[in-house]
């Protein structure tokens, strides 16, 4: 539809854009650098954003980097994860044998991990997403399972990822405090600001191989204003946007067809059924 029209090869602000077209702020560039050190270090991580701000492309630049002969990166996203289910997930992933009773599952897990850094001398990393969903029983175990061999080695590295409350809510409790001494690296993903929220879309346009003199710059201003530097919002305005462009057979997209996208098509998605 709108590609066609548009004279682009891909469609820039789809989900499945590739890891290494993806465009990196200033502050998801540190961040990934640091999360690499933490993967090197075998450390503990903590990264937190507001929703739509970057957390999944972190993830998925920091998977596709880290070299696949050095590393193996476990990957959980579960808002019920209990410890048990925790342990069998991971063992699950690298192909162990699950177990019933979470002490059996830790062992297990344990004993899989230290053939994975003996055998193949490969480094784990284990990527927990929506960490701010994790109920205290399983926030507790990921510090008894970081104390193998009483503080003195990591088994591996454990990156904690979520929503900003975990940080400033739930590991700032006197519960936690435990956990809290133990966080390495803390990371935060800030919004785009206005500069970046242009760099944004025109690397994404130049992703799609079509012209990058679509949006207007009062456009970007409305979609920054709009989105308030959220990724995640930038590209369903835009989205939308270039659809709503198609259809009016419009090559040039000004900031009242943002506007109408934003005021319109946006509020229509969020009204109740």
């Known amino acids: 539809m709108y590609k066609e029209f548009f004279g682009m090869a891909n469609l820039p602000f789809s989900r499945k854009v590739p890891p290494e077209e993806l465009y990196a702020s200033q502050a998801m560039e540190e961040c990934l650098g640091r999360m690499k050190y933490v993967s090197a270090e075998q450390l503990f991580a903590v990264v937190t954003s507001d929703p739509g701000c970057g957390k999944s492309t972190l993830i998925r630049r920091l998977i596709h980097e880290l070299p696949g002969e050095q590393y193996l990166c476990l990957y959980l996203s579960d808002s019920k994860l209990t410890p048990k289910w925790l342990y069998n997930g991971l063992i699950q992933q690298i192909g162990g044998t699950q177990k019933f009773y979470r002490g059996d599952a830790k062992l297990e897990l344990q004993k899989e991990i ?7 001398n490969k480094k784990v990393v284990c990527i927990l997403d929506e960490a701010h969903l ?5 926030l507790e175990e990921l510090r008894f399972f970081l104390n193998t061999k009483i503080d003195s080695e990591s088994p591996l590295a454990l990156i904690l990822v979520g929503q900003t409350e975990l940080r400033t809510d739930k590991l700032n409790l006197q519960r936690y405090s435990a956990i809290r001494q133990r966080i390495d690296i803390n990371c935060v993903l800030p919004h785009l600001d206005r500069a970046e929220t242009e760099r944004y879309i025109t690397s994404h346009l130049a992703y799609a191989s079509g012209s990058q003199e679509i949006f207007t710059s ?3 201003d409305e979609i920054y204003r709009s989105s308030t530097g959220i990724p995640r919002t930038i590209n369903r305005i835009c989205e939308k946007s270039l659809m709503y462009a198609f259809q009016q057979q419009k090559r040039l997209i000004d900031d009242h067809m943002v506007l109408y996208v934003v005021e319109d098509e946006m509020l229509k998605e969020r009204s109740p059924k």
Request: charged share 40%; proline share 0%.
């Open 134 to 138: 994790l109920d205290k029983d399983t």
């Open 218 to 220: 009062r456009a970007v």
């Open 114 to 120: 230290e053939l994975i850094r003996g055998l193949q």
